[in-house]
């Protein structure tokens, strides 16, 4: 089979708060550049689908030379070529993202399955997946925790509220993937990791599309709580903690 | 006449001996060069200057400084090496007198030594080998495992030494030796025969027989040298000469981009002295006693490790070495190296374990879970704590410290390390030592955001690729800076910085807190306090056993007025807190390390344990307040605290 | 003059909100429309113009829902349509833009239409900032629950469509609740562990908590990476919005992204030995301590009281 995961790299997203300012409709920070961790998912199913069917997978990205953190990372891991649709770093709008990386695709002669994060940590559009499937007319599954190969498709395990759904679907497919038991992804081989780095990435240049989403205004949100303290010594912490779940919450366990 | 006895007497055809030492010197130099064949397929390192080797060689092999820390074995194995020591140089004498017509079996010299000392070390060498198989037998320790070989070499020894005596006794009983008396023992023995009413023919078969049973039984003994254990004799002093003889990192630092393999997977990966070592252990299990890991049940004895690799050496010398060893068993260590410590004949096990989990880390991209983590994130963040939503100067907000800036002279600096910058436990420590370099009118300088993980974590995981990269980096950094000394308040970093990274090109002075701050303590910079309370201080195994700072630390708990109570463990003996080699950021079932440790330094009594290295001062908190006792600080502070309650007295 | 319309499932109260929010830009122009679960009959008063009904389904099956979509939409789609973010929006939302040949965005708190063109306003960098962005002549939009009041709606059945209910996604589907199946949703005390308790053990010591204040188990994401907790305990921007009464966060940071799950909440206390994270900022009340030294304690505190 062949797979082709889109990996996007973002701006760290557990960087402490504060070290992200935004500015001019952009984003800066002297933080590093990740793999977004649902890409990173992502690139995990692409590892195991490939190594299961004995087939190959690509790494696709797009953006500006920020992207190589993830493509550097899937070549680690095995991806049989790695690609950068060279575009102004920074946002982009979805639907025009979704149409390069079809070309893109294309470009790479196609595959049987598709696999994206569910939602980038930098604009959080989460709708890349979707509108690719869309562009494509292929089958989406969404939210997918665990994929294995089962004869000429997969078989599949998707969140669904309070629990999860699995069964078969037929490819060409697209995947999103989530986090769970199946998607975690792996540590690349060090040999792999030097060798990676050797390889080269390709770069296709971005087409200029004026049209779709524009940023007008970009600003931190601020969210915060005038936070008490229970301070002393661990007892009285204790005490103090439990006597303001106490307040909170009519009826708990102990007096009151 | 001048004393003397007549050698080979009452052997007639003696010459025949000649038989079976020659085939002892076949079996014995084959076996030598089956072992020699396995060292020599090892990686060769240069071996730098000599006299520190030779020197080790002298107080480890010759005095077996090590050997006699454990007193009544310790002792008893200098007199068997002492007392078989002198019998091979009698034998030689007599060698000399037949083989070489030299007449030195006579006069003075006969008498007080071919006799008199002779008998002495025999009965020495007895009593050594009663004390051995009784405390083996009868007392039964841990360490020592009870297999039939560990009976038969003691007991053949001591069938030697007693059929000597019995030929002695035999001799002097049937020639009326005049000068019998000399040997004491032999002596005692043939009035025994003489009770006995021993016929002076019978007397002589038994002797003749017993005679070559002796012989027979001495050179098969000889013989069996290189396939035992006793191989130590010759192979301990070598692998004491050929171990590291500084207290620099023993890690070495391969050039990957060329290595045919990352990390060592089969024999030929490892160094001729690690196979060495092999060969080596004397399986005293001193290093098994002293080892945390084995301690809390994990699957990890460093003598097993040494003897499953020999097994594995031996039996199937091209095969991969997972097989000899498992990962758990990898992962376990800690690195604190209280094995080398202990270790008579300086076997290195570290190395070893750190070359083998490179194999696992880079070939294969196996890292316990937890450091995997860490790991990562000194990769993708440039510290191993991943969560932590500090930056690198959150510490120190406030303090009113200055980040070094490009193109601007460096005299102090504090070179913080991650769990001074990210750790919550450790920034309050950070706090303390920056206010007392800031109290002593200091110009301390931090490197804040362009310091980055020294790579340790990463080189004790195995991942050494990552480290030469961190490495690299920070030398290029340290060497722009050009500071005048660093000081940091981490081992890690001080072992890194000060060590391991002159493999990288650097030379830089380096110190730890301690020392700092005791200096400082010894110059008046900062005046000493008074009434502080009863402390017990953890020796930090990379401050201690790498670094060699034992007193430091102490001094400056005594400039804090503070009235020290040692652990039993302390000094180069110290016992690990369990965060070494990667620990402090893994899971640890139960029971753990840092209980073992929390629960010795609370049986001290003391009000506070102190220590002087952010992971320790962690991994004791947690086990103090587990084991329901004191309060653990830093070093800095607790003299912080003592200091500026003083100012604040004035 | 923008097409606005809306498409909505069942009538809960985000399907009223984003209902409503279409009937404020498009006016009673606006095209609304309803998948309908089988029996349909109480959905009337939803006040949409037309339905799907769909049988049998009880998970949002996005091969289904999807169909039922562009049953619903048919040829000429409107400019503008709103979803409500959520379940319906994951299945569906950017896979039919896509077949339409529109934008889409989600997460969206405000929709206005100025001189033509749509600007909508988003959550970015997992809750840090807030983008606004001019989105052209038409999008597709998740709506964010909340973000909209929901008003009074006119009482008309809708106009039920033929539809011919296509296989669902997967073939020889199994649906699988999780043990710990809690509707986190609806919770009035949620207790919620993060990467600090540092093993699965201590993850299980929150169950007792959760017992005795009679809450449900929340988790941050890296809890459950770690295998301590299942995806569907998840509170976040990917996982659960919640809103209890009280949200008990122990050993989280407080990354933007969990914050945006559970913000709503009424009384935020959160338990962390690090002074300085993050989530004290979010908290009403906040203990600084190790959850592993504080629990024996808390545990005898709430016994005894
Ligand atoms: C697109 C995207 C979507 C995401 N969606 C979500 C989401 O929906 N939900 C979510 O939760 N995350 C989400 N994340 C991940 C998020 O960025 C954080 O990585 C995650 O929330 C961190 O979880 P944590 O707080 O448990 O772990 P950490 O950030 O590692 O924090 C652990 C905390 O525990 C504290 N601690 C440690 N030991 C103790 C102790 N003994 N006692 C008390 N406290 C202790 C530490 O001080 C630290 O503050 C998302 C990320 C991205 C990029
Ligand atoms: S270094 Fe320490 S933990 Fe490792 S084997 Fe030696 S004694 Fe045991
Ligand atoms: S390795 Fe050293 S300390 Fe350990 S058993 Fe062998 S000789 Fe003794």
């Given amino acids: 089979m062949r797979a082709i995961a889109f990996v996007k790299s973002i701006l760290d997203p557990e960087a402490p708060p504060g070290a992200i300012r935004f500015d001019a409709g952009k984003a800066l920070g002297d933080v590093p550049q990740v793999l977004g961790p649902y890409e990173g998912n992502a690139l995990e199913l692409a590892v195991q689908i490939a190594e299961a069917s004995q087939g190959e997978f690509r790494a696709v990205a797009l953006g500006g030379p920020e992207q190589e953190a993830g493509l550097r990372k899937a070549l680690a891991l095995g991806a049989a070529q790695a690609m950068r649709v060279d575009v102004p770093s920074g946002f982009h709008d979805p639907l025009d993202t979704a149409r390069q990386l079809k070309a893109a695709a294309d470009a790479l002669g196609g595959a049987d399955v598709y696999l994206f994060g569910r939602q980038a940590g930098d604009w959080d559009q989460g709708v890349t997946a979707g509108l690719f499937a869309g562009l494509a007319g292929l089958p989406l599954v969404p939210l997918v925790q665990a994929a294995e190969v089962a004869g000429a498709g997969l078989k599949v395990r998707r969140e669904i509220a309070g629990g999860y759904e699995e069964g078969e679907i037929a490819v060409p497919c697209v995947l999103s993937a989530s986090n769970g038991p199946g998607t975690l992804l792996r540590l690349p081989k060090v040999k792999d990791v030097m060798l990676a780095n050797r390889k080269p990435i390709e770069l296709r240049a971005g087409a200029q599309s004026g049209a779709g989403f524009r940023v007008s205004d970009l600003k931190a949100s601020v969210t915060s709580r005038a936070g008490r303290r229970i301070e002393g010594d661990l007892k009285a912490q204790a005490e103090g903690l439990a006597q303001e779940l106490r307040r909170a919450i009519p009826g708990i366990g102990g007096g009151a | 006449m001048t004393p003397h006895r007549v050698v080979y007497w009452n052997i007639p055809g003696h010459a025949w001996m000649y038989l079976p030492f020659a085939i002892l010197v076949i079996v014995f130099g084959y076996g030598v060069y089956r072992r020699y064949r396995v060292w020599s397929i090892g990686q060769r390192r240069p071996l730098g200057p000599l006299r520190p080797r030779l020197g080790r060689l002298l107080r480890h092999a010759g005095l077996q400084s090590r050997v006699v820390k454990r007193r009544m074995q310790g002792y008893a194995h200098v007199a068997l090496a002492v007392a078989f020591g002198l019998l091979f140089i009698g034998t030689l004498v007599v060698m000399l007198n037949s083989d070489f017509g030299l007449p030195v079996m006579q006069g003075a010299f006969y008498l007080w030594f071919e006799s008199f000392t002779l008998d002495v070390a025999g009965l020495a060498g007895i009593i050594a080998l009663c004390v051995f198989l009784w405390r083996r037998y009868g007392l039964k320790p841990k360490g020592l495992s009870r297999q039939w070989p560990d009976f038969f070499v003691p007991f053949s020894l001591l069938v030697i030494l007693i059929t000597g005596f019995m030929l002695q006794s035999l001799r002097i009983y049937a020639t009326h030796d005049p000068w019998g008396g000399y040997s004491f023992v032999g002596y005692a023995l043939a009035s025994l025969w003489g009770a006995l009413h021993l016929g002076i023919p019978a007397a002589l078969v038994i002797h003749r027989s017993l005679w070559w049973f002796h012989l027979l039984l001495a050179f098969s003994f000889l013989a069996a040298i290189p396939y035992s254990k006793l191989f130590h004799l010759f192979t301990g002093p070598l692998a004491i000469f050929l171990s590291e003889p500084t207290r620099a990192s023993g890690l070495d630092s391969p050039n990957l981009e060329t290595a045919e393999r990352l990390g060592a997977n089969f024999l030929s990966d490892l160094t001729v002295k690690d196979l060495v070592d092999l060969d080596a252990c004397t399986e005293c299990g001193r290093c098994q006693d002293v080892c945390p890991a084995f301690a809390s049940g994990k699957p990890l004895s460093p003598k097993q490790l040494i003897l499953d690799l020999r097994e594995h050496a031996h039996t199937r010398p091209s095969e991969p070495l997972q097989l000899a060893i498992k990962d758990e068993t990898l992962f376990a260590c800690t690195t604190c190296r209280a094995c080398q410590e202990a270790c008579p004949v300086d076997i290195e096990h570290v190395p070893k374990i750190v070359a083998m989990r490179r194999f696992r880390a880079m070939e294969e991209g196996e890292i316990p879970a937890g450091l995997a983590e860490a790991v990562q994130g000194i990769e993708e963040r440039g510290h191993p704590f991943r969560g932590s939503q500090a930056s690198r100067t959150t510490w120190m907000d406030g303090l009113g410290i200055h980040e070094w800036e490009p193109g601007t002279p460096c005299d102090t600096l504090l070179w913080v390390g991650c769990a001074g910058a990210f750790d919550p436990r450790a920034q309050k420590a950070a706090r303390a030592l920056a206010n007392l370099l800031l109290s002593m009118g200091e110009d301390v300088q931090v490197l804040g955001r362009r310091e980055s993980c020294t790579g340790d974590p990463a080189r004790r995981a195995g991942q050494e690729y990552l480290y030469q990269i961190q490495a690299q980096q920070n030398v290029e950094l340290l060497q722009q800076v050009a500071p005048r000394r660093i000081v940091t308040m981490c081992p890690h970093c001080l072992q890194q910085i000060k060590n391991e990274y002159r493999d990288f090109g650097a030379d830089f002075e380096v110190v730890h807190h301690s020392e700092y701050l005791s200096t400082a303590l010894i110059t008046g910079r900062i005046s000493r306090a008074a009434g502080g309370k009863r402390v017990t201080y953890h020796d930090p195994c990379y401050l201690g056993r790498y670094n060699g700072v034992i007193d430091a630390p102490r001094e400056v708990l005594a400039g804090a007025g503070m009235d020290l109570t040692e652990m039993p463990r302390h000094g180069t003996d110290s016992f690990c807190c369990g965060a070494g080699g990667g620990w402090a950021f893994r899971e640890e079932g139960a029971p753990r390390v840092n209980r073992l440790r929390a629960k010795e330094a609370v049986d001290t009594g003391a009000e506070v344990v102190a220590t002087a290295c952010p992971f320790c001062l962690n991994m004791m908190s947690d086990g103090v307040r587990a084991e329901g006792g004191a309060e653990v600080q830093d070093i800095a502070e607790i003299l912080w605290e003592q200091v500026s309650s003083t100012l604040v007295k004035d | ?305």
Avoid: C
């Avoid at chain 3, 979803?83 to 299945?91: H, K, R, S, T, Y």
């Avoid at chain 3, 207790?191 to 299980?204: I, K, M, P, Q």
């Fill in chain 3, 1 to 305: 003059m923008m097409r606005v319309g809306a498409l909505v499932r069942g009538d809960d109260q985000s399907a009223l909100e984003v209902l409503s929010l279409a009937r404020a830009l498009g006016g009673d122009a606006a095209e609304t429309y309803l998948i309908l679960a089988a029996p349909a009959a109480q959905h009337a008063a939803a006040g949409a113009a037309r339905a799907v009904v769909l049988e049998g389904i009880a998970d949002a099956d996005p091969a289904q829902l999807l169909a039922a979509a562009q049953a619903l939409i048919g040829a000429a789609p409107p400019d503008v349509l709103l979803i409500p973010d959520g379940p319906l929006f994951e299945a569906v939302g950017a896979q039919l833009a896509g077949s339409i040949d529109r934008p889409a965005a989600r997460d969206v708190g405000s929709v206005a239409i100025e001189d033509g063109r749509l600007q909508i306003v988003k959550g970015a960098f997992g809750g840090k900032a807030e983008v606004t962005l001019d989105a052209g002549e038409g999008a597709v939009l998740g709506v964010r629950q909340g973000a909209h009041q929901a008003d009074e709606l006119p009482q008309a059945a809708p106009q039920v469509l033929e539809f011919a209910q296509p296989a669902p996604l997967l073939s020889g589907r199994r649906a699988v609740r999780d043990a710990s199946g809690e509707d986190l949703g609806r919770a009035k005390v949620i207790v919620s562990g993060g990467r600090g308790l540092g093993s699965a053990e201590a993850y299980r010591s929150l169950r007792e908590v959760a017992n005795l204040l009679g809450g449900a188990l929340g988790a941050s994401r890296a809890a459950v990476d770690e295998g301590w907790a299942s995806p569907s305990q998840q509170v976040g921007i990917t996982g659960q919005k919640v809103a209890p009464e009280v949200y008990l966060a122990i050993g989280i940071s407080g990354a933007s992204q969990h914050l945006s799950g559970m913000s709503g909440s009424k009384v935020v206390i959160a338990v962390n030995r690090d002074d300085k994270a993050p989530i004290f900022a979010a908290a009403d009340v906040g203990v600084v301590a190790d959850w592993q030294a504080l629990w024996p304690e808390l545990r005898r505190a709430l016994a005894g009281g």
